[in-house]
């Protein structure tokens, strides 16, 4: 999905999906600084409010840009391959990350390039 989007905007955006470096299955999902900084001092901390975006002006590959970082939880569904017991090989061949319902599993990174 990543790359179609990037095909299709070009230069104007990028869009990826992202999680906190233990929950992260494909390593071109890894987080970038920014990204982890938000998961890790943001999201993570028990008075996050739920559902509550991070926004910020910054400079991304060197051009000013908007950055979004949208958090996703883990819902019912999600916990086949993600929920418990933690390590124990889902369907797809990986192991569970032992989360829960609630959970936060990752975040939604859109750049907009001004």
Known sequence: MNE????????????RVTAPPDLVRNRKARPDDWE??????RF??????????????????GRPAFR?????????????CHGEPKGEVDITGYPKEGGKAGD???????????
């Open 4 to 15: 179609e989007f990037t095909a299709l905007v070009g230069a104007q955006a990028r869009v």
């Open 36 to 41: 982890l900084g938000i998961l890790e001092n």
């Open 44 to 61: 993570l901390v028990a008075d996050w409010p739920k559902n509550t975006p991070y926004m910020e002006n910054l400079s991304y590959e």
């Open 68 to 80: 979004m970082l949208l958090p996703e939880y883990y819902r019912a569904s999600c916990l086949i």
């Open 104 to 114: 936060l599993a990752g975040a939604i990174s859109i750049v907009i390039f001004q």
